[in-house]
């Protein structure tokens, strides 16, 4: 579990263990929290970039100071590659080869909030902005920011459906359609949205 100002805190059993700075922690204040293919866990931090926990304890990542941003919204491990959102765009790391893809490089916002790797492998990032669909080589492949006359900002959260691509905006919940070419409004534009899930009956939880 991530905490704000608590550090890491582990469930074992009825019993909680707490992590902190002390044990190695970048910080505090965790914003996300995967799962790296060898077992061990990969957290995004609000004020100290990259975390990484093993079971021998905690380590800061080797890769902090090359980071275009401190913040480290949202983080996950795709195929091998360490990839985070950050404040100032999108990070990639695989085996000390670094990538950074900003709103220069084509994402409609550089606050890179949340990831979607879809079934087909597709990595989604959502900005303050908007959508941007990045390929293998980490480069923007397309992008959705406004239609209708309705902006696409603040993506907090992205979920795959049967039928398109759910997100959790500032402007409540919005539906991209396969093509990427479509956006609806599912909730009052009052409704601002930080988290979501679908279950396995495809009803979405906000």
């Given amino acids: ?79 091998g590659t360490v990839v985070a959102g950050t404040s100032k765009g999108l990070f990639a790391e695989k085996e000390g080869e670094i990538k950074i893809v900003s709103y220069e490089d084509g994402l409609p916002g550089n606050r890179v909030t949340s990831l979607l790797t879809t079934k087909n492998r597709e990595l989604i990032a959502g900005t303050d902005s908007g959508l941007a669909w990045i390929n293998s080589g980490f480069k923007v492949e397309k992008t959705v920011k406004a239609l209708h006359g309705a902006l696409l900002t603040g993506v907090r959260s992205i979920h795959a459906g049967s039928d398109g691509i759910f997100c959790g905006t500032n402007a409540g919940l919005l539906k991209v359609d396969s093509k990427g070419n479509a956006v609806l409004s599912q909730l009052p534009n009052e409704a601002q949205i930080y988290a979501m899930a679908i279950d396995s009956l495809e009803n979405i939880w906000v």
């Fill in 1 to 79: 579990l991530g905490t704000d100002g608590q550090g890491l805190l582990r469930r074992t059993g009825d019993l909680f263990q707490t992590y902190t700075t002390e044990d190695g922690l970048s910080s505090n204040l965790i914003m996300s929290i995967a799962k790296k293919s060898n077992g061990d866990f990969i957290m995004g931090t609000y004020d100290a970039g990259i975390s990484i926990f093993q079971l021998k304890g905690a380590k800061v990542y080797d890769h902090n100071d090359e980071l275009p941003s401190t913040t480290v919204w949202t983080v996950q491990e795709i195929e």
